[in-house]
Structure formats: C-alpha cells, structure tokens
C-alpha cells in the first residue's frame, strides 16, 4: 500500500478514503475476490443468510456470492466514489444493497460478516469499538469470517498489522474462535502473513 497519501497530513476519516479513491490510489486491492474467502463461501449453505462486506472497496466477493445464488448482500463503504462504482457495477443483480455510510453508524442484523482489508484499515485504537459493532450487527449464531493481517508493517498504516495473540485476546469475549490460524491459501504476495479467522458470537 505504498501511496503519496502521509498520515502526518491526513486523518483516516472519509475525505482521507474518498481522495485516494479519486486518485486511484487503492494499493490494497488484489483485483479479484480472495481464494480463501471463496473456500468459506463454497461450503456456506444457506443461500438466504443476510452477509455483510464492511469497507468494501470494489467488493469483488459480490459477484461470487450471487452467481452462487445468496440473494441478501449488503455491502458498505465510506467512499461516495467507490459506492458509486459499486451501485452502477451491481444495479441489476437483485438482492445486492450497496451503502453509502460510516461502518459504526451502520444498523441492521446479518447471519455472516465477511472481513476483507476492513479491519487492517482502521487505526488500532478503534479495534475494541469494532468487535463490539460486529457482535452488535450480527445475529444469534452469527459468524465473521475472512482475513486479518499476522504481520507488522514498517510504517504506520493503513494497512495496520497485529498478531494472533493479539487477536485472541481482542475477540475471546464476545466471540467463539473457531479458527484463527495461518491461511494456507493466501495470494502470493501475502503468504505467510495473513490468518484466516471463523469467529461465531457468543450469546
């Protein structure tokens, strides 16, 4: 994610995100949908089981997700630029919500959180205000699955690393950990540095 962008200069706040979109600047997007999140989602049988994508970027699991029959997808970002891109890219696939809107402020209840380049690009800090957000949106029984970071970064972020220890210690509360190891299925430029997490809520 190398980019012109300094955080001397900017706060990550949605004028930080919607300039890099207009400038391109989007070194976190890998073009494609994640090969570990497909896997999740192949053996993911409820078809009508509402799924969130928070931070979505250009949300390329959509398009997996519908040609595979799941009806009820929800995606958010806070970037007008990206959201815009997304309503004329999904305006004909029926059953796909495309938000404009800060993730904290978002409401609603989901089976399935999908995690993809979100939480690496949320300051540290907020970490504890998004696992209380998840639990609060998800409902009895609910899962947030996807891929987190196992790595640090040289320079302050986005993306902002961590470490399982740190994970484990941030989500055991308020979530069972059904996975959280190293994901054997990363892209090649991420392997070795990412965990695939499966995380139900607890009641």
Known sequence: MNDVFSLDQKT???????????????????GYSSPAIEEYILQYSNKGANILIPGCGNAYEVEFLWNLGFTNITILDISKTAVQILKDKYQNKKGVTV??????????KYDLIIEQTFFCALRPELRPQYVE?????????????????????E?????FGGSVLEYQNLFNDDFD????????????????????????KKI
């Open 177 to 200: 950990i059904q996975k959280m190891e190293e994901c054997y299925n990363s892209i090649p430029s991420r392997k070795g540095s990412e965990i695939f997490i499966n995380l139900k």
């Open 99 to 108: 938000i404009c809107e800060d993730f904290f402020n978002h409401q609603g």
């Open 12 to 30: 990550l706040d949605k004028n930080y995100w919607e300039e890099r979109w207009e400038n391109q600047s989007t070194g976190w997007d890998i």
């Open 133 to 153: 957000k998840v639990h609060e949106l998800l409902d009895e029984g609910g899962r947030i699955v996807g891929l987190l970071f196992n790595r640090n970064f």
């Open 155 to 159: 320079k302050d972020g986005p993306p």
